[in-house]
């Protein structure tokens, strides 16, 4: 384990010291670190509603992303389960194919297809469904698509993963004892896969809340995330303690959400051994 120790020890353990270090200091003048003088003031500038703002919005679209990922999601992993066991791994990679090309190039991919001469516009147009192109791009819908398309396959893996832990007797039990279809999946089959929903809308969330880019290419600047603020405060503000507050905080929620999430797992496993 020694390699793979030192790998995360100086790439990930270092850095976010640096960081948490940095985040107790002030910014020089010229910009950088002032380390003659130690402060709480980046925590308590970071509280002040301008920021906190920032904060709760990017919270809200990321909380977005998450929902719709899954409505897209949780259906595309149940039809894959169900599908012949020959043809799921075929199926899985497709799902996954995204991943093979640059985030930036499927990012602006999404330009072009939003745009007022974009496909989607002129799709609909010669539908006869629209006369005019629709404002779809550099706002808030276009962020939230950006983020559900590039994220959307954690969700497939992780709830594909938990249906196939699922029992299948609980299922046929279910429709034994006259239950339909519906009735077996919202009461058998969604509370049972419930740890692999809740493990997907954590990895959309948390990579959604502190993602900079979608926000900055399918929001054209006028959509600030609490990414873009810590990015400005690094390459264009200079203010790098301030930044480093920002991440901290950024970072202590992302811990806070998936050690939650692990703690909900594991209980919901344990009480899956007693029942069984």
């Known amino acids: 384990m020694l390699p793979g120790l030192l790998w995360l020890g100086i790439l990930m353990v270092v850095p976010c010291a640096i960081i948490l270090v940095t985040a107790f200091y002030e910014r020089g003048i010229y910009g950088g670190v002032d380390?003659?003088?130690?402060?709480?003031?980046?925590?308590?500038r970071a509280g002040e509603w301008l920021y906190l703002?920032?904060?709760?919005?990017?919270?809200?679209?990321?909380?977005?992303?998450?929902?719709?990922?899954?409505?897209?999601?949780?259906?595309?992993a149940y039809a894959i389960s169900r599908a012949a066991p020959e043809r799921q791994t075929a199926l899985l990679f497709l799902a996954m194919l995204p991943f093979w090309t640059n985030y930036l190039i499927r990012t602006y991919a999404w330009i072009v297809l939003l745009n007022p001469s974009g496909l989607a516009n002129n799709f609909l147009q010669w539908l006869g469904l629209i006369h005019s192109p629709l404002p779809i791009l550099y706002n808030e819908f276009a962020v939230i698509l950006g983020l559900v398309y590039n994220y959307v396959p954690f969700v497939i893996l992780a709830v594909y993963s938990a249906l196939q832990r699922l029992d299948p007797s609980y299922a046929e039990a279910s429709r034994d004892l006259g239950a339909t279809a519906a009735t077996t999946f919202w009461?058998?089959?969604?509370?049972?896969?419930?740890?692999?929903?809740?493990?997907?809308?954590?990895?959309?969330?948390?990579?959604?809340i502190g993602n900079f880019v979608t926000p900055d290419l399918l929001g054209g600047g006028k959509l600030q995330m609490v990414g873009n603020l810590i990015y400005d405060q690094f390459l264009t503000a200079?203010?790098?303690?301030?930044g480093s507050a920002l991440s901290v905080i950024?970072?202590?929620?992302?811990?806070?959400l998936l050690f939650a999430q692990a703690v909900a797992a594991n209980r919901a496993r344990g009480e899956g051994k007693s029942h069984a």
């Open 187 to 208: 009461r058998i089959t969604l509370p049972l896969t419930a740890p692999g929903v809740a493990a997907g809308a954590v990895f959309v969330f948390v990579l959604s």
């Open 250 to 256: 950024l970072i202590a929620i992302m811990l806070v």
């Open 53 to 76: 703002s920032i904060f709760l919005d990017s919270a809200r679209i990321a909380g977005l992303a998450a929902f719709f990922a899954l409505l897209v999601g949780y259906p595309a």
């Open 238 to 242: 200079r203010d790098w303690p301030f």
């Open 35 to 44: 380390w003659s003088v130690a402060t709480f003031g980046n925590f308590v």
